[in-house]
């Protein structure tokens, strides 16, 4: 089984795990000793405001701290997606066009060439071979992701709008109920 960062996780309909639920997980790296990923479909209540000030008015639609995981969910993080060369200060580039931010910087430092970013409130992550388990289980897809998908101003529609773009059976999923047995 073979997943890479830059790659989405998209919960099956038999994940179980509240945590997880419909969730979206953008990977981030993926190496021997496991897997970590930030669930890019969590908007918290609270706004970005009141814990980073300074980064409101920069990060991508809605303004609002995302819950990334449930592991360290004290700490933040920034991801932001850059095409072309992109900034090489306060940016460390993780796959792609996506990479790790600096929340330590000044925002205005880390925007040349960077086309959005979101932050996070901890991650998720897996030791070596959980997630390969848990996709052999049944509880995720592995998809593609595209550069939107980390800056959607919509998140709450995005497990449904990535499985509709998806060839076959995945596509048909998105039409299922959030409580099938209300169907």
Known sequence: MTFHAGELLVATPE???????????????HDEDGAIGVVLNRPMELPLRAVLPGWADVVAEPHQLFSGGPV????????GLSLGEGPTDNFRRLTGDFG????????????????????????????????????EEGSWYIVNAVPTDLLTSHP?????????RQPGELAFLATMPDDPSLN
């Not at 994940?15 to 790296?29: K, S």
């Open 15 to 29: 994940m179980i795990d509240p945590n997880f639920n419909r969730a979206v997980i953008l990977l981030l790296d």
């Open 156 to 164: 709450e529609d995005l497990w449904r709008s990535i499985l509709r």
């Open 100 to 135: 790790l931010i600096d929340l330590d910087a000044e925002p205005d430092t880390v925007l040349d060439n960077l086309i959005g970013l979101r932050v996070f409130s901890g991650y998720a992550g897996w030791g070596h071979e959980q997630l390969t388990a848990e996709i």
């Open 72 to 79: 360290s969910r004290e700490s933040a993080l920034a991801v």
